[in-house]
């Protein structure tokens, strides 16, 4: 037999091959650590639960799109799966504990229950699962353990894939395992809880600070040593005796050893231990701390917490499901986050909005280009209407040239795209599909448009017959024609999208038609 029956098949491996194997077995995250991560970090410190729980509040609040290709789709198994990933469970809690996973130990899991299209996606605890080194740069197994018992993921040597998602942020001390983000602020986490535990057990013995008594005539007997220990633990330990007057001898003097909380500057030294946690985590500290924000800055502070952490946070999740479960739909399916609801945005959608409004009115940008820059369409969808009360003195047709950007001497008449056409922009659709090559953005948005028949103004029809007089030099490229090396070309892809030569025609034609009248 010849290839390709004989071909041997390609395996994955690392440069560096075996010198990752340093170590050799199972690597088990460190409990001890992870664990403190979670108890004196989560479970104790209120600025790590509170900066935890911002960026999971705001995370969760992001709606999710499925796409394939460019078109989004609005009822798929996908969205129904991530909708009810476990039994009784919510999209919401699902990712909560993924991303609290993630915050903590700057590792998180999950499993599915078939090797195919699953049914049910449950987040695991990191701390339970141990990776078994490969030779080739990827892990073997992971096993996962709980009560004594063991489960085993096998991963493809070859591809990668698991039954497990097990997904970790860069550890340069240990290529298998993640690096939480506790770690860089694990000094600052331990000195505010220092903090809160002394200032804690200080108001137990009624704010005082601790100190001796010196006595000037030389050291009592032990019975007199006895009998005060008895008074000041009767007479000046403990809330209730808050504001007591210690009363001594004559040759008895107190004298303070440690120092009082304003010594210390302990809120001075909370807030800044509290800012250094906080900006481990990637939240501002007027979300944290309530004496730092103001309602400017607090708005401020939620668009940066979105921009800089919960959305680059929430695309490697979704980077990690659209790796790990959607090749098992179908090819070309991908989540994306929606970020148009997102309402702490709205200012810098309106910054975007108004820039591209003053790009168009200066001539730097095209309708097109500021449409896209804004969000939208190419082309604006249905018939433009004046807003109520206003009053205009130009004609109707002069109106809706000038609401699609067209000078008032190019009225905004439409032309509908012929047969030849449409079939050439499907096939151009197809072919960028199915290549992932070919055209722009606005070249995609005109071939919806023609495949769908929609009717082009008269500016539309002049771009068209401007962008096949300076692209007919593609057809002397390699891959234009069927049978040779590369085909379809970009080029003739583009060329296609456009409507090919029948819309090359057909816009040569409206044209000439104009330029008469």
Known sequence: MVWPFTRKIEEKAHPAGGALMIGGGPAWARKDKSQQYITEGYQLNVIVYRAVNEIVRAATSINLELYNGEDAI?????????????????WQTWLTEMLVNRMLLGEMAAASDNPRQPTEIWPLMPMNI?????????ARQYIYEVNRKKTIFEVDQ???????????????????????????????????????????????NSARP???????????SGEMINRMR???????QGAENAGEIPMLADDAEWQQLSQSARDMDFSNTMRETAKYVAAALGVPLPLID????????????????????VIPLMRDVLASLNTWLLPRYGDGLELRLDLDTIPALE?????????????????????????????????????????PGASFDLPAEDIKALAYGLDIE?????????????????????????????????????????????????????????????????????????GEPGYPSAGRIAWALWGGDAGKSWAAKIVKQMEAD
């Open 74 to 90: 609005e009822q798929h198994p996908v969205l129904d799966l991530l909708k009810q990933p476990t039994p009784g469970g919510t």
């Open 130 to 138: 141990a990776v078994v080194p490969g030779a080739s740069g990827l």
């Open 158 to 204: 070859i591809t990668g894939q698991s039954d497990l998602l097990f997904v970790k942020t860069y550890n340069p001390s240990d290529y298998w395992r993640g690096q939480s983000p506790l770690m860089a602020a694990a000094i600052a986490g331990d000195t505010h809880n220092a903090g809160m535990r002394w200032n804690y057990s200080l108001l137990k």
């Open 210 to 220: 601790s100190g001796l008594i010196r006595f000037k005539t030389g050291y009592p």
């Open 230 to 236: 008895e008074y000041f633990k009767a007479r000046m």
């Open 290 to 309: 309530n004496d730092a924000s103001t309602f400017n800055n607090l708005e401020q502070a939620k668009e940066r917490l979105y921009t800089d952490t």
């Open 347 to 387: 200012a810098l959608r309106e910054r975007m909005f108004q820039r591209a409004v003053t790009a168009y009115r200066e001539g730097v940008l095209t309708l097109q280009e500021a449409r896209m820059l804004m969000g939208y369409q190419p082309e604006a969808d249905g018939e433009f209407k004046p807003a």
């Open 410 to 482: 190019t009225k905004a008449d439409s032309y509908a795209p012929n047969d030849g056409m449409k079939e050439e922009a499907k096939r151009g659709l197809e072919w960028r599909r199915e290549f992932n090559r070919g055209g722009t953005e606005v070249g995609v948005a005109r071939a919806r448009d023609i495949s769908n028949g929609k009717n082009l103004s008269a500016d539309t029809v002049k771009r068209m017959s401007s962008y096949f007089a300076r692209h007919e030099v593609d057809k002397q490229g390699e891959g234009w024609s069927p």
